[in-house]
């Protein structure tokens, strides 16, 4: 399957990463970034990995950070709308295209 991101999920990857690397470094900012382009690349080859959770939306939680990708599957796209951290409102992203 495709990956796609949105401009909107694309950006919270981008100021979540400047947050890591600006309070634990370089280092950690990049992990976070590696982390999430792991992820990606899991759900396109498995994409019903994730949970099933709301508005036909899917949940997958990185590891060693607090967060969850929520994207949904058309066609032959896994698209992500959503980088939520788990302190998030529930329902956070799940009206995103």
Partial sequence: MT???SPEAEWELTEE???YAREGGAEL????????????ALLSQYPELGAEWRN????????KFPFSVIYYIRNDEVRVV???HHSRKPGYGVNRK
């Fill in 3 to 5: 990956p796609s991101v």
């Fill in 17 to 19: 990463a400047i947050y």
């Fill in 29 to 40: 900012g990049e992990a976070f970034i590696l982390e999430f382009e792991r992820v990606l």
């Fill in 56 to 63: 036909r939306r899917r949940r997958f939680s990185l590891r």
């Fill in 82 to 84: 959503a980088l939520a």
